[in-house]
Structures are given as structure tokens and as C-alpha cells.
């Protein structure tokens, strides 16, 4: 399969990030369900395109791996107060990124990110390619 393009992975990040960040500055615009819920699986789907920017010639089984494990990592992180992650929490973006408090239902949430990002990846990746 093809690479994929780093110009549309790049533009297709800043368009989640936004809207990750509209559920929670405006979630009534989104509904219960998706304001607390779609934050935590756009932000799994930031670090999946993320993964699939810095390599794009990778597979879409080997970023899904990549994004899982990640996410599984930050979200166990969060049950640690070690002084270098606090740090890091109060930087600019920081809690964005590494979130502040351990919830067992953000596995699920990450996973219904990263199950879509590789969804619509290999989608894309077979309409491309011309299956």
C-alpha cells in the first residue's frame, strides 16, 4: 500500500484537536453522550495520526499497536504523582496530553478512537489503492 500523505495526516490532526477540544469548551453543542465521551477518543486519535505522520509508510496494524500501547501508557501514567509528571502536567498543554486522573473507562474511549482511525485508514488506504 501506499504511503500515506503527511500534508493530509497533519491537516486531518489539527481538525481533531479542534474539535477534541470543542466537546470541552462547548459541550452542549455535542450532546451528553459525545461530551463526555469524544474528547478522550479524538485525543487517541490525534496519537494514532500522530504515529501514522512520523511514519507513513507504516502499516495500519503496526500504528494501531503503536497508539494502543501509548495510550494505555499515559492513561496508567496518570496513577503516578512522580514529581517529573507533575512538571510536565503543568507545562502549557501538558494535562491536554497527559490527562491528570486515572479512569478506567478512558481505555474504552481510546479504544473506540484508535479502532476508527485504523477503520477509516484502511478504507481509505484500499479505495487508494483501488480494491
Known amino acids: ?5 503527511r500534508v493530509v495526516l497533519a491537516v486531518v490532526i489539527a481538525a481533531t484537536i479542534a474539535v477534541g477540544l470543542a466537546t470541552r469548551r462547548f459541550p452542549g ?5 459525545l461530551a463526555e465521551h469524544a474528547g478522550d477518543a479524538l485525543w487517541a486519535v490525534v496519537v494514532w495520526l500522530c504515529y501514522a505522520c512520523v511514519a507513513p509508510a507504516w502499516s495500519t ?5 503503536l497508539a494502543a500501547v501509548s495510550a494505555a501508557l499515559v492513561e496508567c501514567s496518570q ?3 512522580a514529581g517529573w509528571l507533575v512538571w510536565l502536567r503543568n507545562l502549557p498543554g501538558g494535562r491536554l496530553v497527559l490527562g491528570d486522573g486515572f479512569v478506567a473507562l478512558d481505555f474504552v474511549r481510546y479504544a473506540a478512537g484508535i479502532g476508527l482511525a ?3 485508514d484502511l478504507l481509505v488506504r484500499r479505495r487508494a489503492a483501488g480494491d
Open 61 to 65: 496494524g503496526v500504528v494501531t499497536l
Open 118 to 120: 485504523a477503520a477509516v
Open 79 to 81: 496513577l503516578s504523582d
Open 1 to 5: 500500500m501506499r504511503r500515506r500523505p
Open 29 to 33: 453543542a455535542f450532546g451528553p453522550f
